[in-house]
């Protein structure tokens, strides 16, 4: 009977244990989660975070579910070193575990840039519950917010504080919001539905300092000189793959812990999936590639026939509560004969190559044939 050994519970480390009990009814699975919770939803931290929502709302996967798939969940659990040859994983309380295959789904962190003043009280990232319940605990004690980081994080994050009767600024580095996602026209029309929400937007833009003493943010300081007030900072500058565990192994890592397309590293026995991976120079750190890793994953580790294929960035979810989807090649620079529609609240735009195959999409305000087009794409 083999024991599989998962380290990290988010999506890619839970959908692997699911298809590994799919495939091994008999196997030993034991799941090491750093944090009090089972799988929860990351996506639904913005609502917690702004009092919508109760903490167990965020719940996927509840105890029981892990006990009727006889998974051994161990919640507060921090792995802090491997032994690679002896097959052994400790913990920070003490605690070994042994494995015959070892799963790596550490996942990723949030990424703070070096500004000065950002390790004041009230500057704040959004990755985990432990940073929503601090945002939640500044209840009616703040009025403005600035967000830093004009991705999908910071706008999301965003509408739901303002929907709390705060005001929100966002700062964004580039010329456009959602840059991965959306080409100009695209992202000035999603600029213009926010702001008549209420959004504040500064592009072009990055931080230079945050003004305010150790226990009281008051303003944020832009390198144009701008001045903007605020009571918190919320920083949604992107996040880094958590690579402490196997900093000092042999386990070969760059950006993430490099795998081929069963999701094995160049140590036998040993995998890894979800936004700790990195497969063929590309570091996703997106949902749904999480959860397909993590199913790869759990078909390898118990000898199945499988093999990934990385597919280009597909996304389908509503911003601020407008519908938004893109995927494939965006054409940013507009070097193909697109097909765009454009009205008040609607933005299409269809991308297809020299030959007439649908290559790429971006759809706002209306995304009712989004499957189909993916489908058509092959994404």
Known sequence: MKHYLIIGNGVAGTTAAETIRKNDPHGE????????????????LPEYAAGKIPEDALIIKNLAWHESNRIRLYTNTQATSIDFQKKQVMTAAGESFAWDKLLLATGSHSFIPPVQGSKKNRVFALRNVEDAQRLLELGDTVTDVVII?????????GAHILDAGKKVTVVEFFNRLLPRQLDNEGSAKLQKLMETMGFSFRLEE????????????????????????ADAVLFATGVRSTLDLVAASDIEADQ???????????????????D?????GINY??????????RVAGIAMTGGDI??????????????GIALASAGNIDTDNIHDNEIVSTKSVYKKLVRDDKGKLIGCIMIGDTKAFNTLVKKMGV
């Open 285 to 294: 750190c997106i949902w749904p590639e999480a959860a397909d890793q993590g």
């Open 206 to 229: 990055a931080t230079e300092a945050i003004i305010g003493n150790d226990d009281r943010v008051e303003a944020v300081k832009l390198k144009s000189g701008t001045i903007l007030r």
């Open 307 to 320: 093999s990934y294929v990385g597919r280009p960035p597909s996304n389908k979810l509503k911003v601020a």
């Open 29 to 44: 699975i034991t799941l090491l989660a750093r944090e009090h919770l089972p799988f929860y939803s990351r996506i639904r």
């Open 276 to 280: 700790v991976a990195l497969f063929n």
């Open 149 to 157: 980081g004009g991705g999908l994080l910071g706008l999301e994050a």
């Open 256 to 274: 993430g812990i490099i795998v081929n397309e069963r999701m094995e590293t160049n140590i036998a026995d040993v995998y890894a999936a979800g």
